[in-house]
C-alpha cells in the first residue's frame, strides 16, 4: 500500500479514485464495512481504492481537552488498511487552516483537484469541512454537479448494538475483551518495543517484557489480563499487567507482558499484545510470597483461558 503525505505535491492527480475518507480510529466492523465496499467498487469499476484519513485526530487539533484516547497507533492504522485492500492511503495532516475548509471548498478545492473521483464511499453519518456542516447529503449534491457516484453505508451493529468508536472506547474502559472482539472482529491489540524495566518479574521467576506504548493510546484497565503475543510466525500465549505494581509501592502506570514457555532476549523488539480476557483487577498483596503465589494462579487461568480460544493452535 502507498502512502501519500503531502497531496498537494503529487505531480498529477490520481486517476480513477474510489474514495473513502474518516478518521477509521480502531478499524471496527464499521469501519470495515465502508472500506470493503470501496474497495469492492474498484475492482468493479477498474479504479484504485483510496483512503484519505486524517493525523493527529481531528478533536486533538480543535478541542485538545476533550481528545479522545487513540484506539490504536498510526502504524496498526495503516497496517489495517492494507490487509483490507486499500491500494493508497492519503494521510492528510489535520491543522486549523485544513479545518477551516467548507464543505465545498474541501470537496472541490482540494479531493477533486487531486484526485479524479469516481466513486465516494462514506458512512451515513459522516461530516467533514468547517463546523462538520457537510453530510452524506452533500457529497450526494455535490457529485451530482461534479460528476460522481456517492454510496452511502448504512450503519453496522454487533451482539443487538451499533458499532462505532465512541462505544469500542467504553467497552475497553469497562475492561469487557469479549465484547471488544465482537465490536472489532479481532481482538484488541496494542503495540509496543520492549525497554528495559526494574527486573523485578525476573526475580520473582516470572520474566516480563516491559512495554513502552504511545502516550495518546487507550489502555484497558488496571489488572492482569490473557493475551496473545504473534512472534517468530506463532502465536504465544502470555498473561499481561497494566498497573502501578502497588506491592513494591509504584507510581508509575507500566504494561508488562510475561510470555508462557518462551526464553529468549526480547530488548528492543516490537511486540505487539492482543487481549483475550481480563483476569483479575490490579491487588497489592502483603509480601513477595503473595504475590508470586498469585502470578502463579494467574498463569494457570491464562492457560485455561486460551487453551480454547482461536490461536491456540498457532498463528
Given amino acids: 500500500m502507498r502512502v501519500v503525505r503531502h497531496l498537494r505535491r503529487e505531480p498529477r492527480p490520481l486517476?480513477?479514485?474510489?474514495?473513502?475518507?474518516?478518521?477509521?480510529?480502531?478499524?471496527?466492523?464499521?469501519?470495515?464495512?465502508?472500506?470493503?465496499?470501496?474497495?469492492?467498487?474498484?475492482?468493479?469499476?477498474?479504479?484504485?481504492?483510496?483512503?484519505?484519513?486524517?493525523?493527529?485526530?481531528?478533536?486533538?487539533?480543535?478541542?485538545?481537552?476533550?481528545?479522545?484516547?487513540?484506539?490504536?497507533?498510526?502504524?496498526?492504522?495503516?497496517?489495517?488498511?492494507?490487509?483490507?485492500?486499500?491500494?493508497?492511503?492519503?494521510?492528510?495532516?489535520?491543522?486549523?487552516?485544513f479545518a477551516a475548509l467548507t464543505p465545498e471548498e474541501f470537496v472541490r478545492g482540494f479531493l477533486l483537484r487531486h484526485l479524479e473521483i469516481v466513486q465516494v464511499?462514506?458512512?451515513?453519518?459522516?461530516?467533514?469541512?468547517?463546523?462538520?456542516?457537510?453530510?452524506?447529503?452533500?457529497?450526494?449534491?455535490?457529485?451530482?454537479?461534479?460528476?460522481?457516484?456517492?454510496?452511502?453505508?448504512?450503519?453496522?451493529?454487533?451482539?443487538?448494538e451499533q458499532v462505532s468508536s465512541s462505544v469500542l472506547r467504553r467497552v475497553l474502559g469497562a475492561g469487557d475483551m469479549r465484547r471488544a472482539r465482537e465490536l472489532l472482529g479481532r481482538w484488541y491489540g496494542l503495540r509496543g518495543?520492549?525497554?528495559?524495566?526494574?527486573?523485578?518479574?525476573?526475580?520473582?521467576?516470572?520474566?516480563?517484557?516491559?512495554?513502552?506504548?504511545?502516550?495518546?493510546?487507550?489502555?484497558?484497565?488496571?489488572?492482569?489480563?490473557?493475551?496473545?503475543?504473534?512472534l517468530d510466525g506463532r502465536r504465544r500465549p502470555g498473561v499481561l499487567n497494566i498497573g502501578e505494581r502497588p506491592t513494591f509501592g509504584g507510581a508509575r502506570r507500566?504494561?508488562?507482558?510475561?510470555?508462557?514457555?518462551?526464553?529468549?532476549?526480547?530488548?528492543g523488539r516490537w511486540l505487539r499484545v492482543e487481549f483475550v480476557e481480563r483476569l483479575r483487577g490490579e491487588k497489592r498483596f502483603a509480601g513477595v510470597d503473595g504475590l508470586r503465589s498469585a502470578i502463579a494462579a494467574d498463569i494457570a487461568r491464562a492457560r485455561d483461558v486460551l487453551a480454547s480460544e482461536p490461536g491456540a493452535a498457532g498463528s
Avoid at 478533536?59 to 491500494?87: F, K, N, T, Y
Avoid at 464511499?121 to 451530482?144: M, P, Q, W
Avoid at 507500566?254 to 530488548?267: I, K, M, P, Q
Fill in 254 to 267: 507500566t504494561v508488562e507482558v510475561h510470555l508462557l514457555d518462551f526464553s529468549g532476549d526480547l530488548y
Fill in 15 to 97: 486517476p480513477r479514485v474510489v474514495l473513502t475518507l474518516g478518521n477509521f480510529d480502531g478499524v471496527h466492523l464499521g469501519h470495515q464495512a465502508i472500506i470493503r465496499r470501496a474497495t469492492d467498487e474498484a475492482r468493479a469499476l477498474g479504479g484504485q481504492p483510496v483512503v484519505l484519513t486524517f493525523e493527529p485526530h481531528p478533536i486533538a487539533v480543535l478541542a485538545p481537552d476533550r481528545a479522545p484516547p487513540l484506539l490504536q497507533s498510526l502504524h496498526d492504522r495503516l497496517a489495517m488498511l492494507r490487509e483490507l485492500g486499500v491500494e493508497v492511503t492519503v494521510l492528510q495532516r489535520f491543522t486549523r487552516e
Fill in 193 to 230: 518495543r520492549v525497554v528495559v524495566g526494574d527486573r523485578r518479574g525476573r526475580t520473582l521467576g516470572f520474566p516480563t517484557a516491559n512495554l513502552h506504548l504511545g502516550r495518546r493510546l487507550l489502555l484497558p484497565p488496571d489488572g492482569v489480563y490473557a493475551v496473545w503475543v504473534p
Fill in 121 to 160: 464511499v462514506v458512512g451515513y453519518s459522516v461530516n467533514f469541512g468547517r463546523d462538520r456542516a457537510g453530510s452524506a447529503a452533500t457529497l450526494e449534491a455535490l457529485g451530482a454537479e461534479d460528476g460522481f457516484a456517492v454510496d452511502v453505508v448504512g450503519p453496522v451493529t454487533a451482539a443487538g
